[in-house]
């Protein structure tokens, strides 16, 4: 998912949805859906899922936010992933099941969580922690603005296993792609080091 494609969720600077659920799997989309939100001002809850460790949270605009704690999008290459390490469907079915009770309860009731849920799958236990806020926080304040387009170019897969040097002095943006983006995205850098500024990135869910 790139930041342009989020324009489903806001409506020229309007709230168009009452609540977004996020259930993606790496932190660069979280992050890019979390902004869409916040720009939009609209109610978000995310979960996330590694190995037998889940986490359920609901992103309220000015309460508290991803950007509070980490600023900057935590590079999925070091976190891991679900293709790497694996997960039980079962869990990820429990922490769906949990998500969507809290936006039942969101949308029935009003109800607004202001914790972060920590769940331990294996040993069936969870806790709750309260969502920092940052009182200066631009993105809570919807203070920021988002990209206005996508790069545009010749999609490159490498997992096709190319030779990359026919690019190298095209005149066109070369955008190379792989399955989490995380491959791609280091080649590109790599690249663009380089001195080859015509390579850029993008994943099924989201470009670079």
Do not use: W
């Not at 109800?111 to 809570?140: A, H």
């Amino acid at each position: 998912m790139a930041l342009p494609n989020s324009s489903p969720i806001c409506k020229k600077g309007r709230l168009d949805h009452d609540l977004v659920l996020d259930c993606t799997d790496n932190m660069q989309t979280k992050y890019e859906i979390q902004d869409a939100c916040l720009k939009a001002r609209a109610p978000l809850i995310t979960a996330g899922i590694f190995r037998s460790e889940g986490q359920l949270r609901m992103v309220m605009p000015g309460k508290g936010c991803l950007r509070c704690v980490n600023e900057r999008t935590p590079d999925d290459s070091l976190l891991g992933n679900c293709n790497d390490v694996g997960v039980l469907g079962a869990h990820v079915n429990m922490l769906g099941s949990m998500q969507a009770s809290e936006a039942i309860e969101f949308l029935a009731n009003g109800k607004v969580s202001t914790e972060t849920i920590y769940f331990d799958f294996k040993n069936l236990s969870r806790f709750r922690v309260k969502n920092f806020s940052k009182t200066d926080c631009k993105f809570c304040a919807g203070d920021f603005e988002l990209p206005e387009k996508e790069v545009e170019g010749i999609i490159v897969d490498i997992r096709d296993g190319v030779d990359l040097d026919q690019y190298k002095n095209s005149d066109q943006k070369i955008i190379l792609v792989c399955d989490r983006g995380v491959m791609s995205r280091k080649l590109a850098e790599s690249l663009r080091a380089k001195g080859y500024t015509n390579f850029h990135s993008r994943s099924c869910h989201h470009s670079h």
